[in-house]
């Protein structure tokens, strides 16, 4: 399993393995939003959680195709679905090289990139919190996208379209914590609520991704 | 006939016709891919039936 | 290839022929008699006008969408375990049927909304649910299209949709919740039966059981339409290999 984690890393972060493009796409979009939206910083105070959520979860909707294709076409998925570990597993660890690949800088950037659309001060701390527990939800039901849709050609825009649906509850509660936390009210059941979501996906949809790789592989 | 409908008539009358015309679309839709589907079946019948035979 | 384009299917298409000219001729007098009774026979509410009309139409739309996607779960849960054919099938052919009375829900509770709320849309919890349901029916049928082999399509999608059932449970807590943060649920409700007198009643169930079986008519033709759709490919690529 370790080995397994520390070969999909190691991919992840050589050249050309994709890791970064999750971050530098976070960045361009949160810098593009005054650009649309005007510089009021009022406004972008207010918005500022929403659109930090929104932004992770598309750099992390974006990084979801290499998940699994690569291992698909030089048949590493035919091994795993034929070793000693299970494919579940398998997968769970798969899900969890891609939250240390996109989601864990993405929370680190959070903050930063906070800064530049005025985030209350409050705000940082509940925002970085909100991401910390959302974004495995947000690894996992990706895996899980991964899954099914890994033996369809050209399936990169199918697979978006049958995530984002999926993200919906996880945004909700991630963006109303963080939301919440910039203005100073409690966060806790949201947060909760987002824990629950993360915890249940990684508990999960590691089965539900194997069963739906069992399918295509077969 | 058509019952005094005040100042909402345009309302009721556009909910009414969109969902009808939804509706028929949907109809005509699943019964022209049926006949579609069952005539070709039909056709691929007769023509493993002669392969059959001969 | 083997029993199943004969033994299952050949019985399920006997007894829905049998089915299905009752099931035509009932939804089309029940729909026929709930909407023209609740257009032509009703008095206007005393608050809403001539618009309380539109809920022979918007009520047994939604009360479809919502069972469709129930039936296709269920559908789907057989396929998984027993591997009926016609139950994946089934699921197939119900789906663009939700999403038309998605659509149709939508639609009438917009043109219905504009004069009662002042709005179109409002992100009130039972439209967005609605609209989070109408992305759940278009990525189901477009994996359905997508995947090529049938029977893992029908695995994929079977898959999908028990995941996917699960994620819409909790889209609509989500969104119960995230919308209580902004304002308050809908003012008039009139999906609450217990507020509603008889004189709408009456004529809401005959049009709810006209959609119903109108559902089930379109259902039932639908499928064989698919398996007809499985037999021509079966026997396609058997004479494919004779040729």
Redesign the interface.
């Known amino acids: 399993m370790i080995a397994l984690l520390v070969r999909d890393l190691r991919l992840a972060f050589r050249a050309g393995g994709g890791f970064g493009l999750g971050l530098a796409f976070f960045l361009i979009l949160v810098v593009l939003v005054p650009f649309s939206i005007g510089p009021q910083s009022a406004l972008l105070a207010s918005i500022a959680p929403g659109i930090l959520w929104l932004g992770a979860l598309l750099a992390c909707l974006l990084s979801l195709d290499r998940l699994l294709a690569l291992d698909f076409e030089d048949g590493t998925l035919d091994v795993l679905a034929t070793a000693p570990l299970p494919l579940e597993a398998a997968l769970a660890v798969k899900g969890l090289a891609h939250w240390i690949t996109t989601g864990l800088p993405l929370v680190l950037a959070a903050p930063v990139l906070g800064v530049l659309l005025n985030l209350p001060a409050q705000g940082f701390g509940w925002l970085v919190v909100s991401l910390v527990l959302g974004t495995p939800a947000l690894s996992m039901i990706g895996t899980f996208g991964a899954a099914l849709t890994v033996g369809i050609k050209r399936g990169g825009l199918l697979m978006s379209l049958l995530v984002l649906p999926l993200y919906v509850p996880t945004l909700i509660f991630g963006a109303e914590a963080a939301r919440r936390g910039a203005v100073g009210m409690a966060v806790e059941t949201p947060l909760l609520l987002l824990a629950g979501i993360s915890l249940g996906a990684i508990a999960l949809l590691p089965f539900a991704a194997a069963a739906a790789l069992r399918m295509t592989i077969r | 006939m058509i019952p005094d409908l005040g100042k909402y008539a345009e309302a009721v009358l556009g909910a009414y016709g969109l969902s009808l015309l939804l509706l028929a679309a949907l109809l005509i839709l699943t019964l022209r891919r049926g006949k579609k589907a069952r005539a070709a079946l039909r056709r691929i019948e007769e023509e493993t039936a002669r392969h059959g035979k001969g | 290839m083997s029993l199943w384009e004969y033994a299952n299917p050949v019985k399920f298409l006997a007894l829905s022929a049998r089915v299905q000219p009752f099931a035509w001729a009932a939804a089309a007098i029940g729909i026929f008699v709930g ?1 023209a009774w609740g ?2 026979a009703t008095p ?1 509410d005393f608050r809403q ?3 309380v ?2 809920i022979y ?2 009520v047994p ?1 939604a009360w479809i969408a919502i069972n469709a996607w129930i039936m296709m779960l269920v559908a789907s849960l057989v396929w998984l375990v027993r591997r009926h054919h016609v139950s994946a099938l089934a699921a197939k052919a119900a789906a ?2 939700g999403l ?1 009375m998605t ?2 829900g939508l ?2 509770g917009a ?2 909304g ?2 009662m709320w002042g709005t179109w849309w409002a992100w009130d919890p039972r439209l967005t649910s609605f609209l ?1 349901l109408f ?2 029916y ?2 189901y049928i ?2 359905w299209e ?2 090529e082999d049938p029977d ?1 399509a029908a ?2 999608t079977s ?2 949709c ?3 059932s699960v ?2 449970l ?2 609509r ?3 119960l ?2 919308s209580q ?1 902004l304002h308050q649920g809908a003012s008039l409700s009139l999906d609450k039966e217990e507020n509603i007198s008889n004189v709408f009643w009456l004529p809401l169930v005959v049009s709810i059981g006209g959609f119903t079986l ?1 559902f089930l008519a ?1 259902v039932l ?2 499928t ?3 398996i ?2 499985r ?2 490919r079966a ?2 690529v ?2 494919d290999r ?2």
């Open positions: 909407l257009f032509f206007d006008g001539s618009t009309k539109i139409i918007h739309a663009p049927v038309v659509v149709i639609l009438t043109i219905w504009q004069p989070i992305l759940f278009l990525g477009a994996l997508a995947v893992t695995d994929l898959v999908l028990l995941v996917g994620f819409a909790l889209s807590y989500a969104v919740f995230w943060g109108l379109l033709y639908r064989g339409t698919e007809a759709l037999r021509t026997l396609g058997r004479l004779h040729t």
